[in-house]
């Protein structure tokens, strides 16, 4: 879960903090995905700086689900300047190292600090926290892959089958962010409903 922080604008936490991980969605004042997906667009576009660290934070989540979705559900992250910092609990010392080096891993991250305490009965995610973290993945892939791009497509999940939709510039582009979320964990099927701008 991607934590506000004095650094960072509330409206950049929540909307990331939804994307990722919809389990946590009380946190964020109601916000419905629309209403998130808006503000991140709004953010990605006019606060290059920020983006920057909640593009970082947002792949960070992403890798922290592929390893383990639970612990994942009760780890927060938080990225300044290129440096992030984990807290929360993990199942396991072991999940606290590759975490730790999973985060490490992202472009753009210069240093983690990783305040995880280890708890082996975290409770499981359920089947709705399952979908969120094949979005967290999906969401942070197309990140990674497109920048900016990502955010104006919407991304939802349900058992395994993800749906994007949207208006992106390219037929390229477009393709790029398909084999991006087939690709992701947990992925079964990819609804396509990405619109080419001008149809190119």
């Not at 934070?57 to 890798?63: F, G, I, L, S, Y």
Request: charged share 20%.
């Amino acid at each position: 879960m991607t934590r506000m922080n004095r650094r960072t604008p509330f409206g950049a936490a929540a909307a990331l903090r939804v994307l990722t991980l919809a389990a946590a969605a009380a946190a964020t004042a109601g916000c419905t995905s629309a209403q998130v997906q808006d503000a991140a667009k709004s953010l990605a576009t006019g606060a290059p700086a920020a983006f920057g660290d909640l593009g970082a934070a947002a792949q960070v989540e992403a890798k922290l689900v592929r390893i383990d979705a639970d612990s994942a559900l009760h780890v927060a992250v938080s990225a300044h300047d290129g440096a992030v910092r984990l807290s929360g609990r993990v199942k396991s010392q072991a999940v606290a190292t590759r975490f730790a080096e999973a985060a490490k891993s992202v472009p753009g991250v210069k240093s983690v600090d990783a305040a995880l305490g280890v708890d082996a009965k975290l409770t499981p995610v359920s089947a709705q926290a399952r979908d969120a973290g094949t979005v967290a993945a999906v969401t942070g892939d197309l990140i990674g892959q497109t920048g900016v791009n990502a955010f104006a497509v919407k991304v939802r999940a349900h058992d395994g089958t993800v749906t994007l939709s949207g208006t992106v510039k390219s037929a390229a582009l477009r393709a790029t962010m398909l084999e991006a979320a087939k690709h992701a964990p947990g992925v079964r099927a990819v609804v396509d409903r990405l619109a080419v701008k001008g149809g190119d």
